[in-house]
């Protein structure tokens, strides 16, 4: 019998892996047309190399970190796996969270995010989905809001996140090569990062 941890990650793994070619359709527009591909092989080695009985919430995403960095190949992976590992610090030992812990975890993947892809908001890439999130996140957690409130605000705005990426000019990643052309085309980063709020919103 899997926990429920490890059903929630399943479920953010089968949504990225249902939208694989959604993906590579995005990142063949701007990229190298492999992000769907690599984020999808990842998470297979995910839900294989994790236990289905884990409850240590921390221990878990360390480990989808760890397999995130050996298996996916491009940039996502090290960005990705490094995200997971930063969130396993705040939930480190913990059976449950809750928001104020979910934020602290949110928080700290953005900054891992930030210190491998040495990226800030506006430069077309994940973090304009998870930026905007994170800052809903705490206005909600300040106005009492519940978790299912919560995260279906979180997703609205990253959704808006990602839209605003059609907007910008790539200035991070393969492409950045792109300059100018690279407006009109929405971030892979930022989609597949909705797509994992959306999975979580949905499990819960």
């Not at 701007?30 to 236990?51: C, K, Q, W, Y």
């Not at 491009?74 to 104020?100: H, R, W």
């Not at 299912?148 to 605000?153: A, I, P, R, V």
């Amino acid at each position: 019998m899997s926990t429920r941890l490890y059903q929630c990650i399943e479920a953010i793994g089968n949504k990225i892996i249902e939208n694989k070619d959604f993906l590579t359709d995005l990142d063949r527009e701007i990229g190298d047309a492999d992000h769907g591909v690599n984020m999808a092989r990842g998470f297979s080695e995910v839900l294989t190399a994790l236990p289905q009985d884990e409850t240590d919430i921390g221990a878990a995403l360390k480990k989808v970190g760890m397999t995130l960095l050996s298996k996916v190949g491009g940039a996502s992976g090290p960005l990705y796996g490094t995200a997971y590992m930063k969130a396993a610090g705040p939930a480190a030992g913990k059976t449950e969270i809750d928001l104020t812990v979910a934020c602290e975890m949110l928080k700290e993947a953005i900054a891992g995010i930030q210190m491998r892809g040495k990226a800030v908001k506006g430069e077309k890439t994940m973090l304009d989905a998870l930026i905007p999130a994170y800052e809903t996140m705490v206005s909600c957690i300040e106005s009492g809001d519940d978790a299912k409130t919560t995260l279906e605000k979180m997703c609205e705005t990253a959704s808006m996140g990602v839209e605003y990426t059609k907007t910008i000019q790539a200035t991070k990643g393969r492409a950045s090569y792109l300059g100018e052309r690279s407006i009109g085309h929405q971030d892979p980063g930022a989609t597949s990062s909705l797509i994992t709020l959306e999975a979580i919103r949905d499990f819960l």
